[in-house]
């Protein structure tokens, strides 16, 4: 990794000051053997495309390209649903217990592999070691210990007795919590007795393709999973496909929109969970220091690469000052930079498409007038990488305020009276979550009953749970992941 | 009646000289304090205790950690003997690596200062007393007075008081209030000096973080030099998020009267990784300027060998184990 | 000397009692003769005594804040474990299970198989019964109210005495659904056949499981079950074994002792020696052992 030696002077005092962390970096090689070419995994195998054109997987924090993989063609994905349907007859005939327990091991063997994981995804998408290593990857084990224990249990869940599997489910991807998604498409699918084709976004395919490898350790029957990779060509051929059941999709709103379009007159059944613009609501009795952690954990977690990102501060004109005072204090402790360094907060960009749609958005912020502050940190030179940023004096009628920005960009907004932080938090055509501070429980449930979005989260931020379900409201999409209610969208009911 | 103004210099014409004007105004004050969410303030704090110390930082904080110990006995049996014993312990903590610093003070007994003050003749280990009836501080306010007085006229350079936490669980902070002032009165000495005072909370007593915010920002504006969480004898001392909570008590009241308090985790605290992880908080939520044995200290007795053996194992390669290490 | 015509011999086991996460002998030092269904002996099992019901009951109390005080998830994972252990073992209970029940190996083993899959049935229940034993009430008025079960605490268990697989996974039957909501038990062990179960113990004990959870004793029913019926400290009891161990009339006198401080009885079935274990267990036993509780919260500015 290092290859110089740490010659600094034994109290060396960078940036940070008196106390400043030395380098701790994760070992890249602990992400395993990358291969230089990856085909797709259809009916248990590694297989070649059937096209010739491949695309590239960069590390978005070095530019370095890690893995070339195919760009999957109608072909490819004729093969993966015909591979899926095939083996749909027998797994959705094996009772629920012999399922779960196909699903037990495929969690415990994500526990056992939870490092390797942890590394090749942030190696893939940019993200920090600490949030892979402490939430994406226990989180992805924990969906499928969930979902295991749902599978012989369906007549339980509230659907009738027996409830069927729809048959094949096709599912594409985003790339900012890629495995996660996986796990939170794949999990449900297969308890309930589905198969899958899965396609995973084109910028971070390198955990599917290792997912693949551990069914094959769990023994999984060939073809009830499939990964078919490529980019948005590989993921309409795999939603138009005439004989998949079910399209599940997550990703921006105008694609959820197109797919709905698509599958408008089909018998295809279809759930999306999409875009977002989440207002995070705080009184003036909020509990401040924890407030301001949320707004922070709210924006800033993944660098803000969260469809349900607080990314609208609406916070209570009389604690404006006191508040932003905290914030930017706050932000100024953030560790932007490697994010194979374990100390390492805000990671990089996930691509430099990403990247350029963010700087697009906050340049239109100051041109409307909005005023834009940073902290003093310095970026890497190579990778993309933006600055956790904050812009004041934002209105309801600035992009800004409007469009979803997926990036590390925060917009304050004030209100003067419950009344008014209701009506601007929900004056947006998204409704996927809300945040609320305030010590006051009374007031939390009010706001709670108010706000048009599918989770609402109070004294806290960016919490996800398998038992809880999650989606949106309005255009955040439909339908439920997570939960009890999660079963819904891969039952015939 | 003493005010605020008269006891904590910079307070005056922070719009908090009348909060202690008297008791309706000081509880109003307190109640009105931002609330602290529980959950939040453990995550935070759980957070930070992930950081990786590693290399240069870990010496650097090894070395701080060590130079910030009030190395403590607080013993029914503590004798002479052994109080010496936990000087030359103090003033030369790793016998075989002059390098390693000295601690910061010893910590001790009010019977036991003369002889600790003794013991540290010739260096600045600063010798620290327990008292006001320490450590339940069931006395008599002039007990509790005396007893100050008797450890400042032995010679104690900073004095560590109780707080009675009866009187401040039923309400009664402004008695509270006024048992520091007048303890920090007791600490003067006759040339016009004060010994430092810190002040304890025992915040395994007061149980809700919601307290610890109060009886932080009570304890400041009556004067204190250093809050301090724990004596050591209750079940639970020292904690990250209570410590971290006081962190940000101090961090605020410096921002709104310019005053600054240190502050003193005390007991519990044993491994250099736990260590670490209070550096870390003070970092990060203070910075610079609490990062120095003026305004950061740790209680704590076992955590000083475990730190030297960090410290020969960064020196030497090797893991180093209890019997290279001096026990005193 | 290595060609020398000797059978080796097997080193026995010494069955212990399992309590509070430790393996004591009986407090009353003895033992008794536990055999195989043509009479044969086995071992000698450690005889419980009131004492040692006592005991368990207070290593019982003492889990129980710990383990109720675990996530759902994480009790999830230990009953997993459990599974993955005792599948680890499966030939050493498929031969108690034979001796212990008078039954071919084979049959043995598909109970044993059984039983490790009923450990993940309830595994995968932990985290899911709130969803369906609770939920929102929409009460008319301006209140959120939310309905939560809660595990009730203590559980004495007589464990199943008859009926096919009881030694096992009628054990495990009882035990599991007990302890997947956070609630601890105490169980007197099928008399006749307790090897099984002292076993099953040493699992346990290796699983994660913390001390305590899983108390398990073997001797006289007679003996061990009323300490627990009039235990003041015991929140519920599950009677299953009682009809088969000493007749209606005992189970009849249990469930009136423990109507003296209110206890949750599940009663036994009528005729438990046709009980067949390996029926599919049902959410009946996993919402025996829950209370209710129910929340309201004013909503307003």
Redesign the interface.
């Known amino acids: 990794m290092a290859k110089k030696k740490?010659t600094?002077e034994?109290?060396?005092k960078p940036a940070?000051?008196?106390?400043?962390?030395?380098?701790?970096p994760e070992s890249s090689a602990a992400a395993g053997d990358i291969a230089t070419s990856y085909g797709h995994f259809i009916g248990g195998e590694f297989v070649d495309s059937s096209g010739s054109e491949a695309l590239k997987t960069v590390n978005p924090a070095t530019e370095q390209v890690l893995a070339e993989f195919a760009q999957g063609t109608d072909e490819d994905v004729d093969r993966a649903v015909a591979a899926a349907r095939k083996a749909f007859a027998d797994w959705s005939a094996l009772p629920g217990s012999e399922r779960g327990k196909y699903l037990f091991r495929i969690a415990r063997i994500i526990q056992e592999r939870s490092r390797e994981l942890a590394v090749l995804e942030s190696i893939d998408n940019g993200k920090p070691i600490?949030e892979t290593r402490?939430f994406d990857i226990p989180t992805v084990a924990a969906w499928f210990f969930y979902y295991a224990g749902w599978a012989d249990k369906l007549d339980y869940a509230g659907f009738g007795p027996n409830p069927r599997p729809l048959g094949v489910a096709g599912q594409v991807i985003p790339w900012n919590f890629p495995l996660m998604m996986l796990a939170w498409k794949i999990a449900p699918a297969l308890a309930t007795g589905n198969t899958v084709v899965l396609k995973p976004a084109e910028t971070t395919p390198l955990t599917a393709l290792r997912f693949a490898e551990i069914c094959r350790q769990a023994g999984l029957p060939k073809g009830v999973v499939n990964i078919v990779t490529g980019d948005g060509r590989t993921g309409a051929a795999l939603t138009a496909h005439p004989d998949v059941n079910k399209v599940a999709f997550t990703g921006s709103t105008p694609v959820g929109r197109a797919i709905a379009k698509q599958l408008a007159g089909s018998r295809k059944k279809l759930s999306l969970e999409l875009g977002g613009k989440a207002a995070n609501i705080v009184f003036d009795?909020?509990?401040?220091?924890?407030a301001v952690?949320?707004i922070v954990n709210g924006i800033f977690f993944n660098q803000g690469h969260v469809c349900c990102a607080g990314s609208r501060l609406l916070v209570q004109e009389s604690i404006q000052d006191e508040l932003l005072d905290a914030l930017k204090r706050r932000m100024a402790?953030l560790r932007v930079g490697d994010p194979l360094d374990?100390?390492t907060d805000i990671g990089a960009i996930n691509s430099a498409a990403q990247l350029a749609r963010i700087t697009e958005l906050t340049d239109a912020g100051e041109a409307e007038g909005a005023e834009r502050w940073s902290p003093d940190c310095e970026l890497p030179g190579t990778g993309f990488w933006f600055k956790p940023t904050l812009f004041t004096g934002v209105s309801q009628a600035h992009r800004i305020a409007q469009e979803e920005i997926f990036g590390p960009v925060l917009s304050v907004l004030t209100f003067r009276t419950p009344a008014e932080a209701v009506d601007k938090a929900n004056n947006t055509p998204y409704g996927l979550s809300a945040g609320i501070w305030t010590?006051k429980g009374s007031r939390i449930l009010w706001t709670a009953s108010r706000l048009k979005a599918g989770v609402v989260w109070a004294?806290?931020f960016n919490k996800f749970d398998p038992t809880s379900p999650f989606g949106g409201y309005k255009e955040s999409g439909y339908g439920r992941e997570g939960g009890r209610h999660g079963l819904e969208a891969y039952l015939d009911v | 009646m003493s005010t605020v103004a008269a006891n904590a210099p910079g307070v005056a014409g922070s719009g908090l000289q009348d909060v202690a004007a008297s008791e309706a105004s000081l509880r109003r004050f307190l109640h009105g304090l931002?609330?602290?969410?529980q959950?939040?303030?453990e995550?935070?704090a759980a957070a930070l205790g992930?950081?990786?110390?590693?290399?240069?930082?870990?010496?650097?904080?090894i070395d701080?950690a060590i130079s910030m110990i009030d190395l403590t006995t607080l013993e029914g049996a503590d004798t002479v003997g052994k109080v010496r014993a936990l000087c030359a312990k103090g003033r030369t903590p790793d016998p075989t690596d002059p390098t390693t610093p000295r601690v910061a003070a010893i910590c001790v007994y009010p019977d036991m200062v003369a002889t600790a003050k003794a013991a540290l003749r010739g260096t600045d280990i600063q010798v620290a007393s327990v008292a006001t009836a320490f450590p339940a501080g069931r006395a008599a306010l002039p007990v509790k007075l005396a007893d100050t007085a008797d450890a400042v006229a032995a010679g104690a350079d900073e004095i560590d008081m109780v707080i009675d936490r009866g009187a401040f669980l039923s309400g009664r902070y402004f008695d509270v209030f006024h048992e520091i002032v007048a303890v920090k009165e007791a600490c003067k000495r006759p040339d016009g000096t004060s010994a430092h005072l810190k002040v304890i909370f025992e915040t395994g007593e007061l149980q809700t973080y919601d307290n610890v915010r109060r009886v932080s920002w009570l304890a400041m504006l009556a004067g204190a030099d250093f809050i301090k969480t724990s004596t050591g004898k209750v079940a639970v001392n020292a904690t990250p998020p209570v410590t971290l909570l006081m962190l940000?008590a101090v961090r605020d009241f410096k921002a709104q009267t310019g005053v600054q308090v240190g502050v003193k985790p005390a007991g519990g605290i044993k491994t250099t990784k736990d260590a670490m992880k209070y550096?870390?908080m003070v970092?990060?939520t203070l910075?610079?300027d609490w990062?120095t044995p003026h305004w950061f200290r740790f209680g704590a007795s076992s955590l000083l060998n475990d730190l030297l053996m960090q410290r020969q194992k960064l020196t030497t390669g090797r893991y180093s184990g209890p019997d290279y290490v001096t026990v005193d | 000397m290595s060609d020398t015509t000797y059978a080796r011999l097997d080193v026995l086991k010494t069955y212990k009692l399992y309590v509070g996460g430790k393996f004591p002998r009986s407090e009353s030092g003895r033992v008794y003769e536990v055999t195989d269904a043509k009479g044969e002996w086995l071992a000698n099992a450690p005889l419980g005594t009131r004492k040692d019901a006592r005991d368990a009951v207070l290593a019982a109390r003492a889990a129980v804040k710990g383990w109720s005080g675990t996530t759902a998830y994480n009790r999830g994972q230990v009953l997993y474990r459990v599974a993955e252990m005792l599948q680890g073992r499966r030939e050493q209970f498929a031969a108690e299970v034979s001796a212990a029940e008078g039954i071919g190996p084979k049959k043995a083993a598909a109970l044993v198989d059984a039983a490790i899959d009923r450990w993940i049935w309830y595994a995968g229940w932990t985290d899911k019964v709130a969803q369906i034993a609770g939920g929102a009430n929409p009460v008319a008025g301006p209140f959120f109210n939310l309905s939560t079960p809660e595990p009730t605490g203590v559980v004495g268990i007589v464990a199943p005495q008859a009926g096919y697989g009881h030694s096992l996974l009628g054990l495990v039957s009882v035990i599991a659904p007990a302890i997947a909501t956070g609630n601890t038990v105490v169980v007197a062990a099928a008399a006749d056949a307790p090897l099984p179960a002292l076993s099953l113990g040493e699992v346990l004990a290796t699983s994660d499981v913390p001390g305590g959870v899983v108390n398990i004793i073997s001797g006289r029913t007679a003996d061990i079950a009323p300490t627990l019926a009039s235990h003041q400290d015991v929140n519920a009891l599950d009677l299953t074994g009682a009809i088969a161990a000493d007749g209606p009339g005992a189970a009849r006198a249990l469930e009136a002792a423990a109507a003296d401080t209110l206890k949750r009885v599940v009663r036994p079935e009528l005729d438990p020696f046709a009980q067949d274990w390996t029926n599919a267990p049902g959410t009946d036993r996993l919402l025996s052992f829950l209370e209710t509780k129910t929340v309201w919260h004013p909503m307003g500015i």
């Open positions: 740490n600094e034994p109290t060396a940070g000051g008196l106390f400043a962390y030395a380098p701790a600490r402490d009795d909020a509990p401040i220091d924890q952690e949320g402790t374990k100390n010590e004294n806290t | 931002p609330g602290v969410d959950v939040g303030l995550a935070r992930t950081r990786s110390i590693k290399t240069t930082a870990k010496a650097y904080a701080l940000e550096l870390v970092n990060e910075g610079d990062l």
